[in-house]
């Protein structure tokens, strides 16, 4: 079992950037596909971003794509999400999700194929 804290949210104007970081706790991180996720009010939850266990296979969602950056640092236990050119529309709850998997390559979209998941983190943003 792992245990997932995110930081790093907060408001900010549109055009600035934040980076969440999403700290694993328990088992062997390297052992996790993870997965980002929001939810903003009224909503069904979105996928965001994937990465797979190995760092070298990400995908991001059309509507962020070449804006935010999955990545993490096995070493360090740590997932991050790094958000560029941010826009009103990102405002959300942000979390991440992991799921443990044998294949080092490989990644998931849909929040059902996740086990676990962080507690989410407010992200605002105004413009």
């Known amino acids: 079992q792992v245990q997932l804290i995110e930081s790093g949210g907060g408001s900010v104007q549109a055009g600035d950037s934040l980076r969440l970081s999403c700290a694993a706790s328990?088992?062997?991180?390297?052992?996790?596909?993870m997965g980002w996720f929001r939810q903003a009010p009224g909503k069904e939850r979105e996928f965001v971003a994937t990465i797979s266990r190995n760092g070298a296979n990400t995908y991001v969602s059309d509507s962020i794509k070449g804006r935010f950056t999955s990545s993490r640092d096995n070493e360090k236990n740590t997932g991050y999400l790094q958000m560029d050119s941010l826009k009103p529309e990102d405002t959300a709850v942000y979390f991440c999700a992991a799921k443990e998997f044998d294949r080092p390559y490989a990644i998931f979209t849909t929040p059902s194929q996740y086990n676990y998941w962080g507690q989410g983190t407010q992200v605002t943003v105004s413009s």
């Open positions: 328990g088992r062997t991180f390297s052992m996790y596909v």
